[in-house]
């Protein structure tokens, strides 16, 4: 915490340009407290504000091993006693610094006994080499911060309860997200059902979307949905979409990766958001599709709990329940199970072996 103490505040990002974690980071940076000087270690492919805070000083890092084990050197050198390192990359500082450090842990892999088998090879090196950095240095760490309560209880367990977690969720804009019900803005032309928000990363569950995507083509249902892939970064995802689309004839667009901006645009020319991701640490989009009053359809997992009350839930794993909770959104009835009395089901036994 900041006090009349602390001298200098360092805000060490040197791995984050993209994503949830950007949209984060430029909200940090943004509201840079004007007390106290405040230095941030970037990673020199993030792109801020034209103008930021006078007491702000900023220091780009080149995406190398090298330069980034020079930041991490300088952070160590550079620091005093009184100062607060803020660490918003998930790992904790490579050589122990001065100040007070607090950890920002975002990244579930890092903690979660979840196997990577279905991760490219360079993916799960790099999610190895930053568990075993995590687990050598606990100690360079005073204390941990997280988005949800879940996610508190992984650490815990994962860390053996050796160092404090604290749980401080925050969005670029804290506005209420209760659930409310907002009329579609955009004409029956332009009318998108569904949307989700997310990158190719397997736990993201874009195949198992797809499959009920597939089932509900069988029953003569072909809801839109909008997905937010960048192609260049998951060709073989995008490459089996396409596949399925043309097969099944599925209403499924893909608008590439988005900006923040363009996802905000979006969330309010669908009439719903669809997230079947297995595993998250907070699901950001969940927090602004709900502050844009989007309807929310959802995996049955803590994660969700933590942070929405979905409108409709399904198991993440199966096909069918993601399909029959769309189904349900769009008040298409299920038909009920055929139950048949002990008499009738005798009559059929008897009926199929004459």
């Not at 969330?267 to 669809?274: C, H, P, Q, S, T």
């Not at 769309?326 to 089901?345: G, H, I, N, T, Y």
Request: net charge positive; with cysteine; hydrophobic share 45%.
């Amino acid at each position: 915490m900041i006090n009349e103490k602390t001298s200098k505040l360092y805000l060490h990002a040197t791995n984050v340009h993209q994503g949830g974690g950007k949209a984060l980071l430029t909200a940090l940076l943004a509201a840079a407290p004007k007390a106290i000087p405040m230095v941030a270690y970037l990673d020199r492919r993030m792109s801020v504000a034209p103008k930021l805070p006078k007491n702000l000083k900023v220091e780009y890092v080149k995406p190398s091993i090298l330069q980034r084990l020079q930041a991490e050197w300088r952070l160590a050198r550079t620091s005093r006693p009184n100062d607060i390192i803020l660490c918003f990359g998930n790992l904790p500082p490579l050589f122990r610094p001065a100040g007070r450090v607090q950890v920002f842990l975002q990244n579930r892999y890092l903690i979660d006994d979840v196997p990577l088998r279905d991760f490219p090879l360079k993916v799960r090196v790099r999610l190895w080499v930053e568990r075993f950095w995590l687990s050598i240095r606990l100690g360079n760490v005073d204390a941990f911060i997280v988005q949800t309560t879940s996610m508190k209880r992984l650490l815990l367990a994962h860390t053996k309860g050796k160092v404090p977690v604290h749980v401080l969720p925050f969005v670029a804009d804290p506005k209420d997200y209760a659930r409310k019900n907002r009329k579609h803005e955009s004409d029956e032309s332009s009318r998108i059902d569904f949307a989700y928000v997310a990158s190719g990363e397997p736990h993201k569950n874009h195949r198992t979307l797809v499959d009920a995507w597939r089932l509900l083509s069988k029953e003569q249902l072909y809801p839109s949905l909008k997905l937010t892939l960048d192609r260049r970064a998951f060709p073989d995802l995008c490459a089996w979409i396409d596949d399925q689309i043309a097969l099944y004839q599925l209403k499924i667009f893909n608008e590439g990766s988005l900006s923040h901006e363009a996802v905000m645009q979006l969330y309010f020319r669908v009439d719903a958001l669809i997230y079947p991701s297995s595993v998250e640490s907070f699901g950001l989009p969940l927090i602004e599709a709900r502050q844009a009053g989007l309807p929310i359809l959802a995996s049955e997992l803590d994660y969700v709990r933590d942070v929405i009350d979905p409108d409709e839930s399904f198991d993440s794993e199966s096909p069918v329940s993601i399909a029959r909770a769309v189904k349900r959104f769009m008040l298409e009835e299920e038909p009920p199970l055929s139950l048949q009395s002990a008499r009738d089901f005798l009559g059929l036994i008897l009926e199929r072996v004459k």
